[in-house]
């Protein structure tokens, strides 16, 4: 889809740690290019692997 034609999309994701995985990792890199808006939240950082933080 071109950029001109992309809505914000907002994605809540509580208790992050239980989907913080190399993947995900990997979409927080590329969220903001198309869009993507999140809003995490867990406990501590340390629930979190090092690539992720």
């Known amino acids: 889809m071109p ?3 992309r809505k914000d ?3 809540y994701v509580d208790e992050f ?3 913080a995985t190399d993947s995900f990792a ?3 890199a590329e969220a903001r290019k ?3 808006n999140l809003i995490m939240a867990n ?3 340390a629930q979190m ?3 992720v933080r």
């Open 9 to 11: 999309f907002y994605l």
């Open 26 to 28: 990997t979409i927080l």
């Open 43 to 45: 406990q501590y950082i």
């Open 3 to 5: 950029e001109e034609k």
């Open 34 to 36: 198309y869009k993507l």
């Open 49 to 51: 692997s090092e690539q």
């Open 17 to 19: 740690q239980n989907f």
